[in-house]
């Protein structure tokens, strides 16, 4: 059975502070994973797409690698705006797409 | 309008009323999915459906019933719900790349 772990469930940093999210996984027919922030009650906003294992995407403050059995997503110099459940879910060729459980991120100021 | 739209935003119902959501997604996209998302769980997925017939169920009591007239509408249909219902329901379109694009999401309360 396909198996995400996200972690820590929540992490707390000063603003400036920066830190890592673990995505684990056990999946069949992996190729790649997705990121996902979801702000209080609203839905998941697309983050990143990794295809291959050593690569790595940025985008403002967040940099997302992958490697064959876990990605990580680094927060370098956060700001409380990045304060958010950052998910992930492996991509697979099929529709089946399930997501970890996430991580609960809270920067203060 | 772009994106994903789910109305509504927030439904209460009881026990015995029918009701049902909808989501309508305007990116052009084939496949469409609804996930149920409760209070410190992960996200669960429902249905998938792509080109109007469902590829994907996840084993979702019958009293949730989806539909896919076109590949641009989705809705799920709710009939004798229980109380443990009760949580945000997300409808998501997909890309070809096979990242999903969220609609807000309508909060669901069953009283």
């Known amino acids: 059975e396909d198996q995400v772990t996200q972690s820590p469930e929540a992490l707390r940093l000063q603003e400036g502070e920066s830190s890592s999210l673990n995505c684990s996984y056990t999946?069949?027919?992996?190729?790649?994973l997705f990121w996902y922030r979801q702000d209080p009650g609203k839905g998941p906003e697309f983050l990143f797409t990794?295809?291959?294992a050593g690569e790595e995407k940025e985008k403002e403050r967040l940099k997302a690698t992958l490697t064959k059995k876990e990605s990580f997503l680094h927060i370098t110099a956060p700001k409380p705006e990045d304060s958010a459940t950052y998910l992930c879910?492996?991509?697979?060729?099929?529709?089946?797409?399930?997501f970890g459980a996430g991580t609960r991120l809270f920067v203060k100021a | 309008e772009t994106g994903v739209t789910q109305t509504p935003r927030h439904l209460v119902m009881g026990m015995t009323n029918k009701k049902s959501l909808k989501c309508e997604q305007h990116?052009?996209?084939?496949?469409m999915y609804w996930y149920k998302q409760s209070a410190k769980k992960p996200l669960e997925l429902m249905f998938v459906?792509?080109?109007?017939?469902?590829?994907e169920n996840n084993s979702v009591p019958s009293r949730f019933s989806p539909e896919c007239p076109n590949s641009s509408h989705l809705f799920l249909h709710l009939h004798t719900l229980q109380p443990e219902d009760s949580a945000l329901y997300l409808c998501?379109?997909?890309?070809?790349?096979?990242?999903?694009?969220f609609g807000e999401g309508s909060r669901l309360t069953v009283l």
């Open positions: 990116l052009g996209h084939n496949a």
């Open positions: 990794l295809y291959s």
């Open positions: 459906y792509s080109l109007e017939e469902r590829v």
């Open positions: 999946v069949s027919g992996l190729r790649g």
């Open positions: 998501a379109s997909r890309s070809r790349g096979g990242e999903l694009f």
């Open positions: 879910a492996p991509r697979t060729g099929g529709f089946k797409t399930i």
